[in-house]
């Protein structure tokens, strides 16, 4: 039978990551399900980025694929902490309940609801059941200038906008390549990923890219307008994808890109 794995925890506790160690395996069938945000959400578009095997689900395929799964299939739900865990639907399905929680969180929902916990980020559960906002967009098609969204992000991470836990996002730059960059708050730094995916020098990108900001008292049409410019134009992108075209580099890192 197809074993279904829900996995849940605060944000930024590691869901993904502890997923993630698994789909490495590409000897049987692997789904990914990640409900909650349609499909804006950045953690599907990285499984699919990231592990090209494994069968990224949207909501809207959910049904047709629990209908007609493999036997020897593996679905992972990363159920996140905003989602209700007595959810019918959930419930439901009789997975395997799997909660990735802080090291110094002893009691919560996630342990009266998991059959396995594991320890995960030393990030801060909610405090007094105040749960933090979800603030996310597509991004699809833009192209931003490497300075200008550091700087942002800088900004962003650091509070200009609100108070900030969690940010996540995927960025293509204008040298073709797209990079996944993350931030939890409590952790050291800003993490800078470049996706292994095929540069795109024609146009503008026809594939997802977006951010997703978890935080309270966000300043969404803020973050928003500052996200717009930091975007390159269309005559700046040509002149970018004509430069690389040209030179065709090979550009390993942001901080490379940051330097073009």
């Not at 419930?91 to 916990?117: I, K, M």
């Not at 075209?245 to 090979?250: K, V």
Request: hydrophobic share 40%; proline share 8%.
């Amino acid at each position: 039978m197809p074993h279904l794995i829900a996995i849940s925890g605060p944000s930024g506790s590691g869901k993904t990551t502890w997923i993630s160690q698994f789909l490495k395996d590409q000897s049987t069938p692997q789904f990914y399900v990640c409900p909650g945000l349609g499909e804006i959400s950045v953690d599907l578009a990285r499984i699919g980025y990231r592990f090209p095997w494994v069968q990224v689900v949207t909501e809207a395929q959910l049904k047709a694929v629990l209908a007609d799964l493999p036997e020897q299939a593996t679905v992972y739900f990363e159920w996140g902490f905003h989602l209700d865990l007595g959810s019918p639907f959930l419930a439901g399905l009789g997975c395997e309940r799997v909660a990735v929680l802080p090291p110094d969180l002893t009691e919560s929902d996630w342990h009266t609801w998991a059959d396995q916990v594991v320890v995960g980020n030393a990030v801060a559960a909610p405090a007094n059941g105040r749960l933090p906002e979800i603030w996310c967009t597509p991004l699809t098609g833009q192209v931003f200038d490497p300075p200008s969204l550091d700087a942002l992000l800088i900004e962003l991470t650091g509070g200009a906008y609100g108070q900030v836990c969690r940010m996540k996002g995927i960025f293509e730059m204008p040298n073709g390549h797209a990079f996944y960059v993350d931030f939890v708050e409590g952790l050291p730094g800003m993490e800078y990923t470049e996706l292994n995916i095929p540069p795109w020098l024609e146009g503008r990108p026809r594939r997802f890219s977006g951010i997703e900001v978890v935080g309270w008292e966000l300043e969404r049409e803020a973050i928003a307008q500052t996200l717009l410019d930091s975007c390159l134009s269309d005559a700046a992108l040509t002149q970018y994808h004509q430069h690389y075209q040209a030179l065709d580099p090979t550009v390993d890192s942001l901080e490379e890109a940051l330097l073009v």
